[in-house]
């Protein structure tokens, strides 16, 4: 069985073309573990947009 917070939800489909794309471009792959996680990091933080909607029916 495989571990359920491992598994693609809603929120994040981390089997998204779009997804795969990005970690292309930012040669994210070439980078170790640790760097990889701080790059996501940093992306995250700096360069997603993040306010809040109405409609937002995602339970935290």
Known sequence: ???PLLAPTKLLD???APLAHLIETRG???L???DRIGAAYDFVR???AFGYNRAD????
């Open 28 to 30: 994210w792959r070439g």
């Open 32 to 34: 170790s573990e640790y």
């Open 57 to 60: 029916d995602i339970p935290a």
């Open 14 to 16: 981390f089997d998204a």
């Open 46 to 48: 700096n360069e997603i």
């Open 1 to 3: 069985m495989t571990d």
